[in-house]
């Protein structure tokens, strides 16, 4: 399922960001979706996902993003959305969109994730 990954961009701490994952195909509908993020010199680290279709509309965050991040999805629109608000200069990222069909228990691992976007850059200003 090819993915892409749009509206990064700069941003000063305590604004608000939507990135959009976008795939070009229509069994989107059947895979978790997920967000993952990596700084400058460290690991790819989990940010959100949100559950396939008919799963009931389940998502999880890292303990990081809770509160200030949403996750949704489209499935009409074959897209999924990240909404960043209270946005930190720690925040700053490249941002990844992912799909997996693994059990949703691991959706937090890279490991599980074949299909990437392209990753979309997040600067957040202090």
């Known amino acids: 399922v090819p993915l892409q990954a749009s509206g990064g961009g700069l941003v000063q701490a305590g604004g608000s960001l939507r990135l959009s994952c976008a795939a070009s195909e229509g069994t989107f509908r059947n895979f978790h979706g997920a967000w993952f993020r990596q700084a400058p010199g460290k690991e790819r680290e989990f940010v959100a996902a949100i559950s396939r279709s008919g799963y009931g509309s389940v998502s999880r965050y890292a303990d990081s993003v809770k509160g200030r991040f949403s996750i949704s999805r489209d499935n009409a629109k074959n897209t999924v959305y990240l909404q960043m608000n209270s946005l930190k200069p720690e925040d700053a990222a490249v941002y990844y969109c992912?799909?997996?069909?693994?059990?949703?228990?691991?959706?937090?691992?890279?490991?599980?994730?074949?299909?990437w976007g392209q990753g979309t850059q997040v600067t957040v200003s202090s």
């Open positions: 992912a799909v997996t069909q693994i059990v949703w228990s691991y959706v937090h691992n890279t490991d599980h994730y074949t299909t």
